[in-house]
């Protein structure tokens, strides 16, 4: 899965490094609704293509398929340190935890969760907590984006799963790095009715963004999370960022 640095000889008594790009994960998790799984592939589809209009051939983009939590964090832990930019999780989700479904259970435990305890009450077998990810494989200003409903749900702004990724991301040296959820529930229907499936689009609604457990997207209204539609700027975030 990781493709690891490293040189290769061009010539006798040469050697080239080899470039390693920074990967951006796309992440479709697996669910009882077939109905549910292929939206989720959809959006995936469509967020690869504008990647991929956007960035260029600057990182290397990666869909992933995970079936449950353990296999999520087995992927993101594979990969070299300072390798991943950025991560996006296509999956139904609440405050405490990223559902995931191997087993027909919508809501089993076989997601990624906040905490040990959080997993072993939902009561899986394949699933895993976040604390299990090596943070490290991401870059310094690495973005992690929940798709998801209520990743970090507005009556809990200190007590959600976003923000406790924001804690770890920044314990783990990366200064710069952020997570982005929804405050409420959500779709994909960023157009209304009208959205047709190669429009299909989770980030639209109230999103809060979190560096190390604080919010640096608070509102001119006192809100503390933006309604801005699509990709967020990175640059713009950062710059936020003390």
């Not at 989720?40 to 992933?64: C, D, M, P």
């Not at 353990?70 to 070299?80: G, M, P, Q």
């Not at 804690?167 to 783990?172: E, K, P, R, W």
């Not at 457990?213 to 990175?234: A, C, P, R, V």
């Amino acid at each position: 899965m990781a493709n690891k640095s490293g040189i290769t000889n061009q010539k006798a008594n040469s050697i080239i490094p080899i470039e390693v790009k920074k990967v951006r994960l796309i992440v479709v998790c697996q669910h009882k609704k077939e109905r549910d799984t292929n939206t989720f592939k959809a959006v995936q589809a469509n967020l690869t293509r504008e990647y991929a209009a956007k960035f260029g051939s600057k990182y290397e983009i990666v869909n992933v398929y995970a079936p449950n939590g353990e296999t999520l964090v087995e992927i993101i832990n594979s990969y070299d340190e300072d390798r991943i930019r950025s991560m996006d999780i296509l999956s139904h989700s609440n405050h405490k935890a990223i559902f995931m479904s191997e087993d027909g259970d919508l809501w089993g435990g076989d997601g990624l969760y906040i905490s040990n305890w959080q997993q072993f009450w939902a009561g899986g077998i394949d699933g895993a907590d976040i604390g299990e990810i090596n943070f490290k494989n991401f870059t310094n200003n690495a973005r992690i984006e929940i798709h998801g409903c209520n990743g970090a749900k507005e009556e809990l702004p200190n007590d959600n799963i976003v923000h406790d990724i924001s804690v770890l991301l920044f314990n783990s040296g990366k200064e710069k790095s952020y997570a982005i959820g929804h405050t409420t529930k959500n779709n994909p229907n960023i157009k209304g009715s009208t959205t047709k499936i190669n429009e299909q689009d989770y980030r639209h609604n109230r999103r809060a963004i979190y560096h190390n457990g604080s919010i640096i997207n608070k509102q001119s209204d006192g809100n503390y999370s933006t309604k801005q539609k699509g990709h967020l700027d990175e640059a713009a975030i950062e710059a936020k960022i003390p």
